[in-house]
């Protein structure tokens, strides 16, 4: 099921805001996770600390997720916004590509299960060299 911005701040009681819906737009139109810097460059006519404070609430109720490429952090739409996947990251040309693999959702879940964990979310980031990097 598809949600609106309005319907999932109206559940956290909160208002929709210009903040709030420019960067919900800056991320909805985003092919890869953004930095803060990209999001803050998206939003010229929102200030900075507005930017930091959207993202803190979109996390806080699940808007957004969280996405470590190395000691840095980006962001993007969280499920059900945008359908689950995982990351390519060349270090080089810092190139992002999304992946979904069943062989992956498969091998998380067998080891939830090895391990008695009941799994509640798992990251995925595979880091290397693209082809063009290497050619």
């Known amino acids: ?35 803060i810097a990209d999001i803050v460059r998206l939003c010229p006519g929102i200030d900075r600390v507005s930017v930091y404070r959207t993202i803190d609430t979109f996390l806080a109720i699940h808007i957004i997720t969280s996405v470590p490429f190395g000691w840095k952090q980006r962001y993007e739409l969280a499920a059900p916004l945008k359908p689950h996947h995982h990351h390519l990251h060349c270090i080089r040309c810092e190139t992002i590509t999304e992946i979904t693999s069943d062989e992956i959702e498969t091998l998380i879940n067998q080891i939830s299960r090895t391990h008695a964990l009941q799994a509640i979310g798992h990251t995925f980031e595979l880091q290397g060299i693209c082809q063009n990097c290497r050619d």
């Open 1 to 35: 099921m598809k949600q609106d911005l309005a319907t999932i701040l109206a559940a956290s009681r909160l208002r929709v805001t210009a903040p709030r819906r420019t960067v919900f737009r800056a991320l909805q139109n985003a092919a890869t996770p953004l930095a």
